[in-house]
């Protein structure tokens, strides 16, 4: 490469990492995975290393990214934000309708409610007053943003009325069209770049540093859930009415509907007329209204079973795919990609979308050089949808998927059952190594704020470390010598690094990356076996004894343990220090009195809220569900219990017992 060559290249992959960095930290809408960023920044580093001359203090190798999430606090949420089930036709709706009619026997209402194209936010209230706002972040935990969200002048401070002494109210941060045309038209006039959509706009004000600015633009909110323990009203609808009588913005265009005709009435209507509205939705939420029918139908692991989400149908665009390439993940699962041409897609520009697996490749026949069509499966993830087989090459070939890893060239292996192909060599692909590290100091895991993958990256490249314990064992003055390393930045990975020994010990086991230990996985296997020896020298048969503990884990963390590696690792971080125990402090009141048995609570209590009931039986070993079923040892109900839970028990020989019967179980 010539010295001119070398600095054309360098000003384009300065521009296109700006480019990146732009879309992904301002609008909040990354066009590249981290993987591809970083190999564009690798590649960027080692032209300038190359010629110096071509020094750029402005370069996104001098800094990279922009953090700008770092002054949030990180804060749980009291009750879990979960996401709801996708639908996107009239016969997903008949069959949720079917799901709830097998659970509730009395008669039911739905609401249904426009789904608001912004930036889902709590707000917790006490004594009348906002005391704190979080984003949804990962559902168990979000950003404390409550500085930014006073500016929002359609959430009230202070309430008005006669509101609980502390409750939850949920709702969208959004930006309407009118405000969000104005500002676009301002920031161009100004010299800044316009955002692409009215969402990411949203998005990226709520996460800026200085309030002032946020005051300046123009946010809005709806608020469309209540919830708290002091709410004594059953139903959604009215409890969503009365708050509305306290200062808070509801939406008007909520309504209930008595059938699921009713309902599919209303979808069809808001399809046709979205566009009339000031602001963008992308579809209608349905609820059970009754607060105590929906805590009959209960939840899965990631929804609730009395709500579902009805997806407009996405806008799709045509474009050509360019090529295909694969990338490795931490487990060594192979993801095919399609290259794109740049097309503009839902208010981005979208280059890539994945193509998941082989049998999705033959099932498309998509080949290189097609004419593809292209949509964002769920308006968010950009997949190829299908293939103009007109306009194909008479020349075209079928793909031939690659038989070796494209970063370590080991054969790939197609285990029976699985879709994936995988390489096998953990110990030794670069992007297997990174990525379980990576998994290891995510927030989930040991929240190791002070690194991030570039970081890792940079690390591995200059061989400080090979895997996790390693990190245990850096020093500032082995990390301060290194690119983009400086005093502060090199003080703030060794001092989070260090923080990190105090993680309990539930998360040191998830952040292992054992295959199928997720995270509640990783606290039921923690607070059975209570440190890392017991669980090391249990077998499969005692594993599958753990309650929701299948044959699939059990093969996995017994095979896990085998490897000589990971015990070698597990060595390593018992000598740095890390957790591999239950803090006794954790253990108290601890019993296994309830154990082997599972108990559905329903109704209001008398002397204790339902989360306390619940925690009481996860303490003493028992287990919650949310429905009845022949494997229910116990009915805990109290008053203005669903009819249908008591038939059902009844009909199932259940056990149906009061607060202080269950209460007295305990003694």
């Given at each position: 490469m010539t010295r001119m060559d070398a600095k054309s290249r360098i000003n384009r992959l300065r521009k296109e990492l700006a480019d990146h960095n732009h879309a992904y930290y301002l609008l909040d809408s990354p066009t590249i995975s981290d993987y591809e960023f970083d190999k564009l920044l690798e590649e960027l580093i080692v032209l300038e290393k190359s010629h110096p001359e071509f020094f750029d203090v402005n370069s996104p190798s001098q800094r990279v990214g922009g953090g700008v999430n770092k002054s949030f606090d990180t804060v749980a949420h009291k009750r879990p934000m979960l996401s709801l089930g996708n639908t996107y036709s009239e016969e997903d709706l008949r069959d949720f309708d079917k799901r709830v009619q097998k659970i509730i026997t009395e008669p039911y209402t739905y609401v249904c409610e426009l789904k608001y194209d912004g930036v889902s936010i709590?707000?917790?209230?006490?004594?009348?007053?906002?005391?704190?706002?979080?984003?949804?972040?990962?559902?168990?935990?979000?950003?404390?943003?409550?500085?930014?969200?006073?500016?929002?002048?359609?959430?009230?401070?202070?309430?008005?009325?006669?509101?609980?002494?502390?409750?939850?109210?949920?709702?969208?941060?959004?930006?309407?069209?009118?405000?969000?045309?104005?500002?676009?038209?301002?920031?161009?006039?100004?010299?800044?770049?316009?955002?692409?959509?009215?969402?990411?706009?949203?998005?990226?004000?709520?996460?800026?540093?200085?309030?002032?600015?946020?005051?300046?633009?123009?946010?809005?909110?709806?608020?469309?859930?209540?919830?708290?323990?002091?709410?004594?009203?059953?139903?959604?609808?009215?409890?969503?009415?009365?708050?509305?009588?306290?200062?808070?913005?509801?939406?008007?265009?909520?309504?209930?509907?008595?059938?699921?005709?009713?309902?599919?009435?209303?979808?069809?209507?808001?399809?046709?007329?979205?566009?009339?509205?000031?602001?963008?939705?992308?579809?209608?939420?349905?609820?059970?209204?009754?607060?105590?029918?929906?805590?009959?139908?209960?939840?899965?692991?990631?929804?609730?079973?009395?709500?579902?989400?009805?997806k407009f149908k996405a806008e799709q665009v045509v474009t050509t795919l360019d090529k295909i390439t694969y990338q490795v993940g931490r487990t060594g699962a192979i993801t095919p990609v399609a290259n794109l041409e740049p097309v503009q897609l839902a208010g981005t520009i979208v280059k890539r979308a994945s193509l998941h697996n082989a049998d999705q490749i033959a099932k498309l026949d998509v080949r290189e050089g097609d004419t593809v069509y292209v949509e964002k499966g769920g308006e968010i993830i950009p997949k190829i949808v299908g293939v103009v087989v007109k306009e194909r090459d008479l020349f075209s070939q079928p793909v031939t998927y690659i038989t070796h890893c494209p970063e370590c060239h080991s054969e790939l292996v197609r285990k029976e059952g699985e879709a994936q192909h995988y390489c096998l060599n953990e110990k030794a692909c670069p992007p297997q190594i990174k990525g379980k590290i990576e998994h290891f100091i995510s927030r989930k895991a040991m929240n190791i704020d002070g690194l991030g993958s570039e970081t890792i990256d940079l690390f591995f490249k200059e061989g400080l470390i090979n895997n996790v314990a390693e990190l245990y064992f850096l020093k500032k003055e082995d990390i301060l010598p290194l690119e983009r390393m400086a005093e502060k930045s090199a003080a703030k990975a060794i001092s989070s690094i260090e923080m990190s020994k105090k993680i309990p010990f539930e998360r040191v086991l998830y952040a292992l990356g054992i295959r199928y230990v997720g995270v509640t996985v990783a606290k039921k296997l923690a607070y059975h076996y209570q440190n890392l020896a017991n669980l090391q020298s249990t077998d499969l048969e005692d594993l599958i004894r753990v309650d929701e503990i299948g044959g699939r884990i059990a093969e996995s963390v017994v095979s896990w343990f085998k490897e000589e590696d990971n015990l070698a690792l597990l060595e390593r971080l018992k000598e740095a220090g890390v957790q591999l125990e239950i803090d006794a402090s954790v253990l108290v009141g601890r019993t296994h009195i309830l154990q082997g048995q599972s108990f559905v609570i329903s109704g209001v209590f008398a002397n204790h809220s339902r989360d306390e009931l619940k925690k009481l039986i996860e303490q003493n070993g028992g287990k919650n569900t949310s429905s009845i079923s022949k494997k229910t040892s116990y009915l805990v109900a109290g008053e203005n219990m669903g009819p249908s839970k008591r038939e059902k028990a009844d009909k199932l020989d259940v056990s149906i017992i009061s607060e202080d019967e269950f209460i007295a179980l305990l003694k």
């Open positions: 709590s707000l917790h209230y006490k004594d009348g007053v906002l005391k704190q706002a979080l984003t949804r972040g990962d559902g168990t935990q979000g950003d404390d943003v409550t500085s930014n969200v006073r500016t929002i002048k359609s959430i009230p401070l202070k309430l008005q009325g006669n509101p609980p002494e502390e409750f939850e109210i949920r709702g969208e941060i959004f930006m309407p069209h009118k405000g969000f045309e104005e500002m676009n038209t301002e920031r161009i006039e100004s010299g800044f770049d316009a955002f692409a959509n009215p969402r990411n706009a949203a998005s990226g004000t709520l996460k800026l540093q200085d309030s002032k600015v946020v005051a300046s633009r123009p946010l809005d909110c709806f608020l469309y859930h209540s919830l708290g323990a002091l709410i004594k009203i059953d139903s959604h609808y009215k409890r969503l009415e009365e708050a509305r009588s306290w200062g808070f913005k509801i939406p008007t265009d909520t309504q209930t509907c008595g059938t699921i005709n009713d309902v599919i009435e209303f979808v069809k209507y808001w399809e046709t007329t979205r566009e009339e509205l000031p602001y963008d939705i992308d579809g209608i939420v349905i609820k059970v209204d009754s607060i105590l029918q929906q805590e009959e139908l209960g939840y899965t692991a990631k929804s609730p079973r009395w709500a579902i989400s009805y």
